[in-house]
């Protein structure tokens, strides 16, 4: 109540109603309760952001009451909901839904604030934090901290955990053991288990740098790129089929597996990493890193129907490619961002500030490309001469037409029709014959072998051979298409060449060049036969399979006759699609640079020369020679180039037909319009190329040209994410490391940093780490040494039940976490103890399935594997990964699926994991070759089976494990007991 006061007369009226206003105004509300409110509430109860119809901005809401009523019941803190909300019972407390519940002294200071009455002035409004992890990277000094926290630390990482540890009743656990932390830091830098011998020296190195020796040794192991490419390959969803109805394999991805390997193994910079994934043809033009990073924008599924059988311009065609490029944007901005932009495709993002715009604009960076497979050298040198050649031919081929184009004008009609004529003696516009050759049916492996043969219908004397291989410009392979890397020619008078086979050409025992158009023959001495055999041992790569294909096979006698022409043709299998591919094509006399030798050619082209005499000036006449002369010399010198690799990448598509991409237009980008519920069929307007526009001081513009190539766009946006004004970017991958390493991550949800995400438990020490990464060189190996040699990664994992309590899912690292061996860590293991783990590195992956229906919809049939094949006992990193149909043991065990983002694996542990490892094919033989190993190593029984428990445990059996393990084998068998061992809790373990 409002208690009158008397005024002196003298007062004037202007101040006595001042006065009286002064009296009634409400007292601000306490900084202390304001600043609860903006840290912990009005994120998510705000004007804009309306979580449970409330607003904690302003009182109207609170204290007068909204959609939902009062929150707040002045001076009864016990009635008032808001108070029940955050203070914690058994279950904890329902506010705020993430990051730490309030303190006891904060809960108090709002029962507090209640209970006087919650004063609120009405023009007071509470500001909403700017987000934390759109904020600009700070620099955080280290805690102080006391005497005996001190004595604990090892590196600066410790001081933040400490303090934390000090803040909530906590404190470390004990350092683990030697064995422990050598079987700990072996699994997490190099994937792979450490040998008994190994152990023992580590255990009994009395050097108290010991550990960071072998940290130093293992960071520095070509195992390290293998055992951290796995995570990065989770986490950009890398997979070798491209999924979806049609899981039709990827026969050139894995150049982007090994160059993530070798990218790791050279402790590349950050930055340098990020840029040649989005952008590196353009920013690194030549280096074999800066095509094969590109496989990051082609590493997710792709819509084989929706491309190939759909043309772009039907709305089942526009949604496939809708859907590749917001892949394309996903994966780019949840890889390095951590930012879940892809909410913000059907209406601007609910959480977070992203704006459908925002979206649509990363999605017009990559408008010009597509999921292909790109040809390029990976010698640099070569590249480089490519290019050289390549602008070369375009200059001369430019200046050709230019000539061509005024000799035609004055020549005139008469000319025209001469030239018309003479095309249609010679061959199509497309400079080829349109009789192409011989084709076999396509295979899905390089391995099998096809053959093609011709019967002469008697036996002759053969003195010379020639073969010409085919042109076909699918998957702009060209001259040399279908020809096979090893083969044999064969002749015999038995048609089944099944005896009295003469060898006449064996290239069988290596890869041979690719002889492109060039006629490639041989002679032979004394030779006789009825039948001409040509055997492809290994067939040549089309698109995601293999053939054989050929132009053209001479036979000639010995008054050098081609004896071949026109005669019968038979294969083991063959594609009759005429006019271009057929069997007798192989005998027609016709082929890709085939000669012009009518006497109707000649005479037309005789006839030509005098309408050029006529009508063009010589000197004109001889500048087109010499132009036409340059252009050839340039051919030729790219034909005498070798074959290029190929890696299935985000490029500019040059096809035909339904996936024609934008290389028949000159790769310029495709109209980007921002899309009304994110529906092809109701596009708005059209939007540039930008990045996100919520990052405090960093602009979304990038600054580029309304006229910008597609590789600007993306260089652009390569520059923008690794602009050290860009915290996210930095944030993001040291919460990744510090996961991967100590079992959760700061930010337990890696993948979304946004305001639906969790709060930081450590936000100083996520600063910290990112700055110190941003600012120290960027080396990857750097943070991974930073953290392993912290006394927090060193602890030992065991529970303490007071501590549990408080902190049961050891978010703030009291102990290290427990895990289970991940499925490629258990494979290679397995494998590793048996004896049978190939180490080879680099190259296609293997396969542990066989293919069915390989044309149509392949069939993956992991059950039909051989597990002792010796090509599939490589790491698990080289491993064939299909979309479809995972591997069942690999899955089994939690493994990523290659059609999602992984930024974190389930840990699970299920009935079927045990048994898997008990009755799996691969277990059960690995199981023998262990047994064979310890056999082969050790003389008695009871050696053998100490020293199987060496090599799987890496510890000695205890004298009750030796008794029941060495009975056990007596009985059943040691093939038997090492199968058991391979089941102990202990081999799949980390510790």
């Not at 006229?707 to 915290?727: I, K, V, Y």
Request: hydrophobic letters at 35%; aromatic letters at 8%; proline letters at 7%.
């Amino acid at each position: 109540m409002l208690r009158l006061t008397y005024f002196p007369m003298s007062l004037c009226l202007f101040c006595l109603v001042s006065s009286l206003e002064a009296l009634a105004e409400t007292p601000p509300m306490p900084r202390e309760v304001a600043a609860i409110f903006e840290n912990k509430c009005v994120s998510c109860h705000s004007d804009d952001n309306l979580k449970g119809g409330l607003s904690l901005q302003h009182a109207q809401q609170a204290l007068e009451g909204g959609e939902s009523g009062p929150v707040i019941i002045q001076h009864e803190p016990d009635s008032s909901y808001l108070l029940e909300l955050i203070t914690p019972d058994q279950h904890g407390a329902a506010m705020p839904k993430s990051g730490d519940p309030l303190s006891p002294a904060e809960v108090q200071a709002v029962r507090d604030w209640i209970q006087a009455g919650a004063p609120w002035p009405k023009k007071q409004t509470l500001t909403p934090p700017r987000w934390w992890s759109l904020s600009p990277l700070v620099a955080v000094p280290l805690p102080k901290l006391d005497p005996s926290q001190a004595a604990w630390v090892r590196t600066p990482i410790d001081n933040f955990v400490a303090r934390k540890h000090a803040q909530l009743g906590l404190s470390p656990s004990p350092e683990a053991d030697r064995r422990t932390l050598i079987r700990r830091i072996y699994f997490d830098l190099i994937g792979l288990p450490p040998t008994p011998e190994e152990i023992d020296s580590f255990v009994s190195d009395p050097d108290p740098d010991a550990y960071q020796r072998l940290v130093d040794s293992l960071l520095a192991s070509p195992h390290y790129g293998e055992r951290w490419a796995r995570h990065w390959l989770d986490l950009v969803h890398f997979g070798e089929t491209h999924g979806y109805d049609k899981d039709k394999p990827r026969p050139n991805a894995w150049p982007y597996r090994d160059y993530v390997i070798r990218s790791l193994n050279e402790d590349k910079p950050y930055s340098r990493f990020i840029q040649e994934q989005i952008a590196g043809d353009v920013l690194f033009p030549g280096t074999a890193d800066g095509i094969e990073g590109l496989g990051f924008l082609a590493a997710g599924p792709w819509d084989f129907i929706g491309h190939v059988e759909v043309p772009e311009s039907k709305t089942d065609g526009k949604i496939a490619r809708h859907l590749d490029r917001d892949d394309m944007v996903q994966n780019t901005m949840m890889t390095f961002n951590s930012v879940t932009v892809g909410c913000a495709q059907c209406h601007d993002h609910k959480f977070d500030p992203i704006s459908q715009e925002d979206y649509y604009s990363l999605q017009s960076v990559f408008a010009a490309i597509d999921r292909t497979d790109k040809a390029y050298f990976r010698d640099p040198d070569l590249n480089r001469k490519w290019e050289e050649l390549t602008s070369q031919k375009e200059t001369f081929a430019k200046q050709q037409a230019e000539i061509k184009s005024t000799i035609q004008k004055l020549g005139g009609s008469e000319l025209a029709r001469l030239d018309q004529k003479i095309a249609a003696h010679e061959k199509p516009s497309d400079g080829h014959p349109p009789q192409y050759g011989y084709h076999s049916e396509i295979a899905s492996s390089p391995d099998q072998s096809q053959w093609v043969q011709i019967d002469l219908e008697k036996s002759i004397a053969i003195s010379e051979l020639e073969y010409i291989a085919c042109f076909d410009d699918y998957n702009r392979i060209g001259a040399g298409f279908g020809f096979p890397p090893r083969f044999k020619i064969e002749v015999s008078d038995n048609p089944q060449f099944d005896r009295d086979v003469t060898m006449l050409l064996d290239h069988t025992a290596a890869n041979v060049p690719n002889p492109l158009l060039r006629p490639q023959s041989f002679k032979t001495s004394k030779t006789s036969a009825r039948y001409v055999r040509f055997t492809a041992m290994r067939l040549a790569s089309r698109l995601n399979d293999y053939i054989f294909a050929l132009a053209e096979l001479r036979v000639f006698d010995q008054a050098g006759n081609n004896v071949a022409l026109g005669k019968p043709v038979t294969a083991s299998t063959t594609i009759e699609l005429p006019v271009r591919w057929a069997l007798k094509n192989l005998v027609d006399d016709i082929h890709p640079n085939a000669p012009a030798s009518d006497s109707v050619v000649q005479a037309l082209h005789d006839q030509r020369k005098v309408i050029l005499e006529k009508s063009v000036p010589a000197e004109m006449q001889q500048r087109y020679d010499a132009v036409t002369d340059q252009l050839a010399r340039v051919d030729q010198q790219l034909e005498s180039l070798p074959a290029r690799d190929h890696i299935y990448a985000g490029s500019i598509h040059h096809g035909s037909g339904a996936f024609r991409g934008t290389g028949p237009s000159g790769g310029e980008p495709r109209e980007i319009r921002l899309l009304y519920r994110g529906n092809v069929s109701t596009p708005g307007p059209v939007v540039s190329p930008k990045s996100l526009d919520c990052i405090e001081g960093l602009s979304a513009e990038l600054n580029l040209e309304d006229d910008s190539s597609e590789g600007q766009r993306r260089a652009a946006l390569a520059r923008w994410l690794t602009d050290s004004r860009n915290p996210l970017t930095w944030r993001s991958i040291v919460n990744r490391i510090w996961q991967y390493h100590m079992g959760q991550a700061i930010v337990a949800t890696p993948n979304d940093f946004g305001r639906m995400g969790q709060l930081p438990t450590h936000p100083e020490l996520l600063e910290w780490l990112a700055m110190e990464f941003r600012d120290g060189g960027q080396s990857l190996k750097q943070m991974h040494r930073l953290i392993v040699l912290s006394a927090t990664y060193r602890q030992s994992s065991h529970d303490i039940t007071r501590y549990d309590q408080v902190d049961k899912n050891n978010r703030y690292f009291w102990r290290a976490q427990r895990r289970h061996l991940d499925s490629e860590e258990l494979r290679d293991t397995v494998l590793s103890v048996a004896g049978k783990l190939d180490l080879k590195m680099w190259g296609p992956s293997f396969q542990n399935f066989v293919i069915e229906k390989p044309q149509h919809s392949p069939h993956y049939q992991y059950h039909l594997h051989d597990p002792d094949d010796p090509k599939s006992h490589r790491r698990s990193i080289y491993r064939f990964l299909v979309r479809s149909q995972t591997d069942p043991f690999m899955t089994v065990f939690n493994c990523a699926d290659p059609s999602m983002q992984v930024a974190q694996r389930n840990n699970s542990i299920t009935p079927l994991q045990a048994l898997s490892m008990m009755n799996n094919k691969l277990t059960i033989v690995m199981a023998q070759h262990f047994a064979e190993r310890v056999e082969e190593e050790r003389d008695s029984l009871d050696q053998q089976v100490a020293r199987a428990m060496e090599l799987a445990l890496g510890r000695s059996p205890r004298s009750e494990e030796m008794d029941a393990l060495t009975t056990y084998a007596q009985q059943h068998g040691l093939a038997n007991t090492c199968r058991l061992i391979l089941n102990l809790n202990e081999f799949v373990l980390v510790d």
